[in-house]
């Protein structure tokens, strides 16, 4: 008889696992509590695989012998409680992808900076001519390249919800590029616990694999001395010179990998901003192991553009320069944004709170901030952190609004900053969705 499996959730990770579980010949059944999108439904149509939407019927689930659960779905949702008490098997989709390709995987985790380190390396391995995946938490699901496509490299983004359903799968080059208070509201609110998941990118690797982390980072040093790596360790700092991986020496990125060195000034770099150095850094080392020529880095740095959504200088108006940074979700995210600026700042900030601690911003704010515009549902918290750090914080409830009394509070030669340091979903779909907002009504104004 075979095998059947059962997906929750029919967005891009579901949908992908889905095509992969059929073409390997599984029995595949797919259940969304919500709606399931028109292009979804016609790949799952197009594939013959069975779905149901706005329901978890129990009857076609608890019979799976295997689930794949997307990773927005809680452990706490009630159909993913009853799975574990009979039992049933968890993974997420990467775990279950892992299995069916011999590709080099290039994993790349973090707090911050993942989906900008990631689109870094993906643009240097492309560039030297290697045929290579983008996939994970950013461009398509690795499932659905895995099902439809052959790659002989991949290089992934990880979040903590996707690692946290992942037990065999193995990478060949793990990249943790920090560690800081995130997604507490998944993780009981205690931070060991999210600590734990981000360490997962290490659980598997052997002798011949690489582990890339940031010696500058407390956390993810902590965690090194409790743990035991046999992988070949490189280090990434900006604050002392490493003996294997990269560091900064007077204004220029050195990478030193298999007694190889390369350097280049930090003022040629596309990416600007300490943050964005630390993201630079990883991928060039990880691209010197992979023996990606020097000059094929060297030209990447230079002519990467960025992250939509994040830190995205796009548009002046009367002298007033708007940054899209709606990528930053959390409070480190925002800290790195705030470093960066240069100009008194109108600062667009709020959301969900995850469990937020702004106390890290307060120097950065009474240093380089004039107002804060507040975006949410519930600001008091913001309120709370910063009413001794500015003179004018109010509140608004949309982005149309927000972004009218940031203009009418800024100045020539000012920056109105969107960085909204929380999660989207209490006005908006995403991320995304609030930054095409924020762009829109800038345009408008």
Request: charge should be negative; hydrophobic fraction near 35%; include cysteine.
């Amino acid at each position: 008889m075979e095998k059947r499996i059962v997906i929750l959730g029919a967005g891009e990770s579901g949908t992908g696992a889905a095509v992969l579980a059929k073409t390997k010949g599984f029995e595949v059944f797919v259940s969304d509590l919500g709606k399931i999108k028109p292009h979804y439904k016609e790949i799952l149509f197009n594939y013959e695989i069975e779905w149901e939407e706005e329901q978890h019927t129990e009857k076609y689930i608890l019979n799976a012998d295997e689930v794949i659960k997307s990773p927005g779905i809680t452990d706490k949702s009630d159909m993913v409680q009853l799975l574990m008490k009979k039992n049933i098997p968890i993974i997420s989709e990467i775990e279950f992808a892992g299995r069916y390709t011999e590709a080099k995987k290039i994993c790349i985790t973090g707090s911050n900076g993942k989906t900008t380190t990631t689109s870094l390396l993906h643009h240097m391995l492309r560039r030297a001519g290697l045929n290579c995946g983008l996939a994970g938490n950013v461009g398509k699901s690795f499932a659905m390249q895995v099902a439809t496509k052959t790659y002989d490299y991949y290089v992934i983004e990880l979040s903590s919800f996707q690692l946290d359903g992942m037990y065999k799968f193995k990478p060949d080059i793990s990249i943790l590029l920090n560690i800081t208070p995130d997604h507490l509201d998944r993780y009981n609110y205690n931070i060991q616990n999210y600590v734990d998941s981000k360490m997962k990118i290490t659980q598997n690797l052997s002798e011949d694999d690489y582990f890339i982390y940031c010696s500058d980072d407390e956390i993810t040093i902590a965690e090194l001395e409790r743990i035991v790596l046999r992988a070949k360790q490189l280090e990434f700092s900006q604050e002392k010179i490493v003996d294997k991986g990269a560091y900064v020496d007077n204004g220029n990125m050195v990478v030193k990998v298999n007694n190889d060195e390369m350097s280049m000034p930090l003022s040629e770099m596309s990416l600007k901003g300490k943050h964005n150095t630390y993201n630079s850094m990883a991928a060039s080392i990880a691209s010197r192991v992979l023996e990606i020529k020097k000059e094929v880095i060297r030209e990447c740095l230079q002519d990467f553009k960025g992250v939509e959504h994040r830190l995205e200088r796009f548009i002046k108006v009367h002298g007033i320069e708007f940054i899209n940074d709606s990528k930053a979700t959390n409070v480190n995210s925002t800290w790195y944004a705030l470093e960066c600026m240069t100009t008194p700042t109108v600062w667009i900030v709020g959301g969900v709170d995850k469990g937020n601690d702004y106390s890290s911003l307060v120097p950065l704010v009474k240093d380089k901030v004039k107002a804060i515009v507040c975006l949410g549902v519930d600001n008091s918290k913001i309120h709370e952190a910063f009413k001794d750090c500015v003179d004018k914080i109010i509140d608004t409830s949309s982005m149309k609004e927000a972004v009218t009394k940031a203009y009418k509070l800024g100045e020539k030669e000012d920056t109105v900053l969107l960085s909204p340091a929380c999660a989207s979903f209490d006005l908006f779909k995403s991320y995304e969705d609030r930054g095409e907002q924020f762009k829109e009504c800038v345009r408008e104004l």
